[in-house]
């Protein structure tokens, strides 16, 4: 007897085939495994990018971010998670970490006003991933920071940040209309660099990482003890470095297409370092810039109250009226030679331009070396005029090269300092043009100073001339000389 077949299964007969359809049952077979190896991983691959980045948002509380209650959905972010900040909050949110934490990045949509992590006092550090930063509010990061990828902070909110940056030998690129402010507590180090590609950045505290700072728009200012490591290079395009207000020796290598801007009232900069950047290079009022190394491709603007010194060699530069030249490098450092690889233009206006020029002896020595020297290609004096002319502002260093009086200094004989200004041309030269400013000066004399001029066009040459005034027993000696002439011309009449 057979076995009985239950009604609710279908009985599996088998069907005979052909040559060719079972051909065509291996081709099909073949291609729908093939599909499913391709398709498993996509689906994996897509399961994993639903997981990862995922926003999870903060609850309107200000718990500590690393309690489940601080998020909506008892859900504290991962590394893999960015943390979200969006209307749920109603208002300004100040919380802290609580522990060390690791978002993907942080997000800020629309609180209801700033948002504030840490305070101040926090010893734990918050780590950020790829996602970096991205805010409509000002987000003040008041606690220490890691960097676990390349990323960008943006938005049109500004971010600050109060502690350390350990970048972990990634790149931070700020961008967005937002600035970002690094206080004087939060310097960034590590082998990674920085870049700037939009509004400002403003470093207070002294930097150490050592990647490339690159500029791309927007503006880089180093305030109030802000710095760069020396071996962090600067580059870019279309951008700015700012010093303002900060004295300080930067010896970066500075290349591209960039603008440096030297301010701040009685700051001095000196740049040391072998540059080739083509941005123009402005001095503002109150500062000063000595070029001690070469930035022979930018052009150098002295304003109004600015000085531009060293001993280097710039490309050409335009002393605006009120704006001074003084090379050398500076207090205690003694006299020296500025280049101009180009033309240097002393202009007119209100106020005169000034050419400061350093003595440490009588006129024995050479230019560049005992008294100051400024060489250029071409010198042009057309915009000084009588009523305006170029001041020559004298200043004597004793044996230390500090100001005081010269060594030596007999003012009872005539002296020159030859070749205080040098050029191949010179244009709109007139001795009317130069004034000199003894008001540094001092050693005792009874002469005057006067600029004189070696070369008219090619091969100028500027001396400072100072001519003793005849002691008065030389007037009487003259005198009496003269009356014993006159007496012999009446007798040889009367004879």
Known sequence: MKPMVPHNVVKNTIQPRSIEQIHTMKKTSKLNSTAVKLIIPLLAFAACTSIAGEAITKADNTDALNLTTSWVGDSVPTSSDIALWDSTVTGGNTTILGGDLSFAGI???NPGGAVNIGNYSEANTLTLGASGVDTAVGITLATPLALSADQTWTGSGGVTSIFQIDNG?????ANGGGGKVFGAYAPISGAGGYTQAGAATLFFGANTYTGTTTINGGYIMLLDGGSLSSL???????GTLYFNGNSQ???????GDILVTQEGAGSTVKMTGMNSYTGNTSIDVGSTLLVNGNNSGSHHDVFSGGTLGGTGTVKNLSVAAGGT???GGGVGTGPGTLTSSDYVIFSAGALSSKFTLQLNTDGSGVAGTNWSKLAAAQIGFDGATSSTP??????TLDGTNAPGALGS???SVNHEWA????????????DNKFIVDTTGFANAFSGTFSVTNTGVGLGTELNLIYTAVPEPSSFVMMALGAGMMLMQVRRKRAA
């Not at 962090?232 to 279309?238: D, N, R």
């Not at 020796?249 to 290349?255: C, K, S």
């Open 169 to 173: 030998g990634y790149t931070l690129t």
């Open 325 to 327: 030249l003084a090379p």
């Open 107 to 109: 997000q800020a949509t």
């Open 409 to 411: 200094f007999d003012l």
């Open 232 to 238: 962090s290079p600067v580059t870019g395009s279309a």
């Open 419 to 430: 070749g205080f200004m040098t050029a191949g041309y010179s244009g709109g030269y007139a």
């Open 249 to 255: 020796t930067f010896a970066n290598t500075v290349t």
């Open 390 to 395: 170029i001041i020559i502002t004298l200043q």
